[in-house]
């Protein structure tokens, strides 16, 4: 069952934003913040100094939240980890065990991606999902699985609609190997012993 309580009750957690690591948020134009509070428990997770980092495309970092609202501390806060900030950017699944992100993931060349990264509260663990375009996805939490639910399908991309993601065969990371979680990523997506299905639809996408 998926808990998400309503946004307005962000406005009851007294976060610091300017105090967490990343830009000079003096610096971002039109700048903003979304927090989404757990229903269950004293938590809430966070995507800060969001800002539009190409034409009608936005994001910002992850940050994880415990109670009481009023004087909340940071419960983790990973070195920069970009996500995107639309509407369903923070879903709370299977009673506020799991924290789902639209991650956004860049090699520093030209490949770009967004997958699902599921943050496991109770363990303090992370994994991701492949997705070139989980903006445009929710989960759905079930007793086969956790099914992918998507919005508008765009033409270019593979279509994942109604796919079952089994938390089980993923591969979790302690929080503390989140840098090593993103290396796994890339290595899986464009090393030699993958198909190339990656590199061929991007270029496919951006003409490369």
Same mark, same amino acid.
């Given at each position: 069952?998926?808990?998400?309580?309503?946004?307005?009750?962000?406005?009851?957690?007294?976060?610091?934003?300017?105090?967490? +690591?990343?830009?000079?948020?003096?610096?971002?134009?039109?700048?903003?913040?979304? #927090? @989404? +509070? /757990?229903?269950?428990?004293? %938590?809430? $997770? !966070?995507?800060?100094?969001?800002?539009?980092? =190409?034409?009608?495309?936005?994001?910002?970092? &992850?940050?994880?939240?415990?109670?009481? +609202?009023?004087?909340? @501390?940071? %419960?983790?806060?990973?070195?920069?980890?970009?996500?995107?900030?639309?509407?369903?950017? %923070?879903?709370?699944?299977?009673?506020?065990?799991?924290?789902?992100?639209?991650?956004?993931?860049?090699?520093?060349?030209?490949? $770009? /991606?967004?997958? &699902? &990264?599921?943050?496991? #509260?109770?363990?303090?663990?992370? $994994?991701? &999902?492949?997705?070139?375009?989980?903006?445009?996805?929710?989960?759905?939490?079930?007793?086969?699985?956790?099914?992918? =639910?998507?919005?508008? *399908?765009?033409? @270019?991309?593979?279509? =994942?609609?109604?796919?079952?993601?089994?938390?089980?065969?993923?591969?979790?990371? +302690?929080?503390?190997? !989140?840098?090593?979680?993103?290396?796994?990523?890339?290595?899986? !997506? *464009?090393?030699?012993? *993958?198909?190339?299905?990656?590199? @061929?639809?991007?270029?496919?996408?951006?003409?490369?």
């Amino acid at each position: 069952m998926n808990t998400n309580s309503d946004d307005e009750s962000k406005n009851d957690w007294k976060i610091d934003f300017d105090s967490l +690591p990343g830009p000079d948020r003096s610096e971002l134009l039109y700048s903003y913040d979304v #927090v @989404r +509070p /757990a229903v269950t428990k004293d %938590l809430a $997770a !966070v995507v800060y100094s969001v800002f539009e980092y =190409r034409m009608g495309s936005y994001g910002g970092f &992850f940050a994880l939240f415990e109670g009481p +609202p009023e004087t909340p @501390r940071i %419960l983790w806060c990973p070195d920069l980890l970009q996500c995107t900030a639309y509407l369903n950017t %923070l879903q709370w699944l299977d009673g506020d065990r799991y924290i789902v992100v639209n991650g956004y993931m860049y090699d520093d060349k030209k490949y $770009a /991606a967004h997958p &699902f &990264f599921f943050v496991d #509260v109770e363990l303090q663990q992370i $994994a991701y &999902f492949q997705m070139i375009d989980s903006f445009n996805a929710v989960i759905e939490s079930t007793e086969a699985g956790w099914i992918i =639910r998507e919005d508008k *399908k765009d033409a @270019r991309l593979p279509r =994942r609609d109604g796919e079952i993601i089994d938390p089980q065969a993923l591969d979790w990371f +302690p929080w503390s190997q !989140v840098d090593e979680m993103k290396t796994r990523y890339w290595e899986e !997506v *464009k090393g030699p012993e *993958k198909p190339n299905w990656f590199r @061929r639809l991007i270029g496919a996408i951006f003409g490369h």
